[in-house]
T-cell receptor, first 113, second 113 residues
Framework: DGGITQSPKYLFRKEGQNVTLSCEQN?????MYWYRQDPGQGLRLIYY???????QKGDIAEGYSVSREKKESFPLTVTSAQKNPTAFYLC????????????FGEGSRLTVL | AQSVAQPEDQVNVAEGNPLTVKCTYS??????LFWYVQYPNRGLQFLLK??????LVKGSYGFEAEFNKSQTSFHLKKPSALVSDSALYFC???????????FGKGTRLSVIA
């Protein structure tokens, strides 16, 4: 079945550690996105990529990094510079930049201890 | 800049009654509008979208939404609510130009038996 796979689903991290969240899609979509979800704040865009080897910062990119070396993969690294990393992270992809709807993964919940 | 407002944090409806979840937007140019639903600890699922054409858009699970250009609104509706419709609903908008979707803060729908 086609879809988006995020891993791990739950992750615990100590302060000062970097952690990488995986996102893989087999939908042959060009565009991929990372959103952060906090209670009462909706979804906020961290980074997005519309083609391989290119990506742009979203509204809250500070403390995060990404890469897009393959069309299928868009990993997100939460660095120690991110001051409040505990959140639910959602990866998505779309077939086109304008009219295509987003397809979401099941999310990764990161908790910093 | 584009933005979305969902004025109600919570909507309560009795099972079998009609439901409305409100959304207003602000974009430059023609809007591309979307509704998504999220169940606890899951990713978002696409419900419907308005790109162009008929102002009344029909989507998944019996939901529909009406695009109103003069009021810049895109309210989500369903004629008869089910308990299983209880979830978090997000409205999203994309304006002209190569920009990602912007999401509202979400409205929690509770359908009471």
């Amino acid at each position: 079945d086609g879809g988006i796979t995020q891993s791990p689903k739950y992750l615990f991290r100590k302060e000062g550690q970097n952690v990488t969240l995986s996102c893989e899609q087999n939908l042959n979509h060009d565009a991929m996105y990372w959103y952060r979800q906090d209670p009462g704040q909706g979804l906020r865009l961290i980074y997005y990529s519309q083609i391989v080897n290119d990506f742009q910062k979203g509204d809250i990119a500070e403390g995060y990094s990404v890469s897009r070396e393959k069309k299928e993969s868009f990993p997100l690294t939460v660095t120690s510079a991110q001051k409040n990393p505990t959140a639910f992270y959602l990866c998505a992809s779309s077939s086109g930049p304008y009219t295509g709807e987003l397809f979401f993964g099941e999310g990764s919940r990161l908790t910093v201890l | 800049a584009q933005s979305v407002a969902q004025p109600e944090d919570q909507v309560n409806v009795a099972e079998g009654n009609p439901l409305t979840v409100k959304c207003t937007y602000s974009v430059s140019g023609n809007p591309y509008l979307f509704w998504y639903v999220q169940y606890p600890n899951r990713g978002l699922q696409f419900l419907l979208k308005y790109i162009t054409g008929d102002n009344l858009v029909k989507g998944s699970y019996g939901f529909e939404a009406e695009f109103n250009k003069s009021q810049t609104s895109f309210h989500l509706k369903k004629p008869s609510a089910l308990v299983s419709d209880s979830a978090l609903y997000f409205c999203a908008v994309r304006g002209s130009g190569n920009t990602p979707l912007v999401f509202g803060k979400g409205t929690r729908l509770s359908v009471i038996a």
